[in-house]
C-alpha cells in the first residue's frame, strides 16, 4: 500500500506565497515522475508542474516563472513553492507519482487527498 499525504494550502492574497509538500510512504521501490495538478470549479483538472527523476521539469505556461517544482528523494516528498499568487491560482491541489512497489512488484499512479489554495483578491 502506498498513501500520499499534502500540506500547505490555505488562503493568501494576492501576490502572497504558498508552499506544497506532498509525501509518499509505503511499499515503495522508486518514484518517478512527481506532479502536481489542480482543479479549480467548473473546470477541468490541469497539470501544473512535472519533476522527473532525471530532473527535467516541465511548467504550464500560466505558472511559469512564479511556480517551482522539488523532490527529496530521501524522504519520498515533492514541493511547489508558489510565488506572486493570482486569483486565477485557485484551486484545489493534487500531487500525483509515478511508483514501482516492492509488493506488489508494480508501477502505478498515486494521487494525494488535495488540498485547497485560495487567493484573495
Known sequence: Q???VESGGGLVQAGGSLRLSCAAS??????DAMDWYRQA????RELVARLFSTG????ADSVKGRF??????????VYLQMNSLKPEDTASYYCKMEIH???PRALADYWGQGTQ????S
Open 56 to 59: 527535467t521539469t516541465y511548467y
Open 68 to 77: 517551482t517544482i522539488s523532490r527529496d528523494n530521501a524522504k519520498n516528498t
Open 41 to 44: 470549479p467548473g473546470k477541468q
Open 117 to 120: 489554495v485560495t487567493v484573495s
Open 101 to 103: 512497489t516492492t509488493t
Open 26 to 31: 509505503g511499499s515503495i521501490f522508486s518514484i
Open 2 to 4: 502506498v498513501q500520499l
